[in-house]
């Protein structure tokens, strides 16, 4: 049986679905075909903040539908209330978590020019810019990682932050100005990770064996973070976990309407989701001063 990969249409998410695809006849020797599919947050009408929520519904509403057998999603994109029938089968191998800074003349972020002017739909990117250099400009932008850069191009824009991992996966990489460091801007939760989701056992348990646990494990704790603030597509919240061995240590900021900034860290030993969920609970607590 083939199996049919739900993904969108865009360059990025096609090269994801490619790499999922491969890994699969790699991995299980089973043959996929992508099955590419126009996301409600490729509407232009769609507002900026909801579209990540747009691009995973259409994803899952096909699943749903038994239109496709799983789908891939940047697992950053995915909402952390779970849906019904549809099962986080695997997280891949994570990529690089971090932003890049991306300029027209190279340019670095201490090195722009005041008053230049940088886009980013992201709040959390936002709020990192505007503590790091409050003297530039930053304005929304829409579209995908192509569409952003001709930006930069056209003179449109100054400079724009994007994922590393999605430039390097398109082989964007030469447009890469600066890697930014988690200590000026933090990860988005799940950030570089892919998710592949299906519907149910036991092609679950099948695609299992694709689930890299030490980076399942890590996006485990960070979106508990953000379920724990109670967080959606508008809030200024960072979350990144890392090991070193068996410890998981888990960082995080938050900025709130009136521009207040708080960091945190926690670690503990971590061998399991449910330590992973309390590790992101934790620090929920710290960032909003209940702990």
């Not at 709020?127 to 001709?150: C, H, K, W």
Request: charge should be neutral; include cysteine.
């Amino acid at each position: 049986m083939t199996l049919r990969l739900g993904t969108r249409a865009s360059p990025l998410a096609l090269a994801q679905a490619n790499l999922v695809a491969g890994e699969i006849l790699r991995t299980l020797g089973q043959v996929v075909d992508l099955t590419p599919l126009r996301a409600h947050g490729d509407d232009p009408r769609v507002p900026l903040g909801a579209q990540p929520r747009a691009f995973v519904s259409t994803l899952r509403d096909a699943l749903v539908a038994d239109e496709v057998d799983l789908v891939v999603h940047s697992l950053k994109d995915l909402p952390t209330d779970e849906q019904p029938g549809v099962t986080l089968a695997a997280v891949p191998e994570r990529a690089d978590p971090r932003d890049a800074l991306c300029s027209r003349h190279g340019a670095q972020l201490a090195t722009l020019r005041p008053g230049s002017i940088i886009g980013t739909s992201s709040p959390r990117r936002t709020a990192a810019l505007e503590r790091q250099r409050p003297d530039l400009t930053v304005i929304p932008i829409r579209g995908n990682i192509d569409t952003r850069l001709a930006l930069l191009r056209d003179a449109r824009v100054d400079a724009v932050v994007l994922a590393v991992a999605g430039l390097i996966r398109l082989g964007r990489g030469d447009a890469i100005t600066e890697v930014l460091e988690p200590g000026v801007m933090t990860p988005a939760p799940g950030q570089g990770a892919l998710a592949i989701e299906c519907r149910t056992e036991p092609l679950a348990d099948v695609l299992a064996a694709l689930d890299h646990t030490p980076s399942r494990l890590a996006v485990t704790a960070e979106r508990a973070v953000l379920r724990a603030l109670g967080a959606d597509c508008a809030t200024a919240a960072g979350a990144l976990a890392t090991w070193a061995g068996a410890v998981l240590t888990l960082t995080g900021c938050l900025t709130d309407a009136a521009s207040r900034h708080t960091t945190g860290a926690v670690a503990a030993q971590v061998t399991s989701r449910a330590e992973a969920e309390a590790l992101g609970v934790n620090l929920a607590s710290r960032l909003t001063g209940r702990a």
